[in-house]
């Protein structure tokens, strides 16, 4: 059987480079980088204008024009949390695979940076939320004396409420998977660390040491559903159970050896 420290002989196929995370990001920084109205919870600085203003305080004639900004940012959100996501999920789908910690490892740093760039545009994406909410407060209720522009920028903030709670769902289920996916990684570096932990009991035949560690090591083990990893708690539960003989044996623990 393969220990730990020499696993499976194969060589997965390398994970994608976390450069695509980080172009990603650079992107989406520069896109909005140049410009003045770059989102910073409710406070801005309207395109074309001296004044400081709010999504909360829009000037006169304001509300549509930010309303149309955010539905941009909404868009532009979009397609990079589903192009993040998708990535995110590739790579959860190749640490599944895994079939020991060294393998499972390759993959770890390109999961943590899409995870990382995944949870910023969540974020951001939150932010336009709060900013949604802050301009149609602003706007007031509906009435029938609702001048044109106040109702181009309801239409507009309806279409980006509608992409917040779509990006959001899929964005935060394909971060849900990569949290899963780091959980896989730890469980694969700890199952093994109690493996060896264990070896090293049985060969100072510490029973106490390893029946202590057992209940962890199995539910480690059906958490990871691999051969691999099954075949190592069964050797470790066959080599307990034979030293658990050889000590009733060396005590002379038989229900026979008895004097009349």
Known sequence: ???????????????????????????????????????????????????????????????????RELLAEAQNLEEVIEDVGRDVLAIAQRISRATDRRRAALYAPALLAGRDVLDSFLEDLTAIADCVEALSTALGPLTDDDEPDAADARIALSAVRCIVKTAGDQGREHAHIGRLATERVSDFAEFEMLYQQMMRDLGRRDLAAVDARMPRFAEVERNLVTKRASAMFVDVRRRREELGVVGREDRGDDDNDFII
């Open 1 to 67: 059987m393969t220990s730990p420290d020499k696993p499976d002989p194969g060589e997965p196929d390398r994970p994608d480079s976390p450069d695509r995370f980080d172009r990603a990001e650079r992107s989406e920084r520069s896109d909005r980088s140049d410009r003045p109205d770059r989102l910073d919870g409710l406070g801005r600085t309207s395109p074309g204008h001296n004044l400081h203003t709010t999504y909360g305080h829009p000037g006169p004639g304001e509300a549509p024009g930010l309303a």
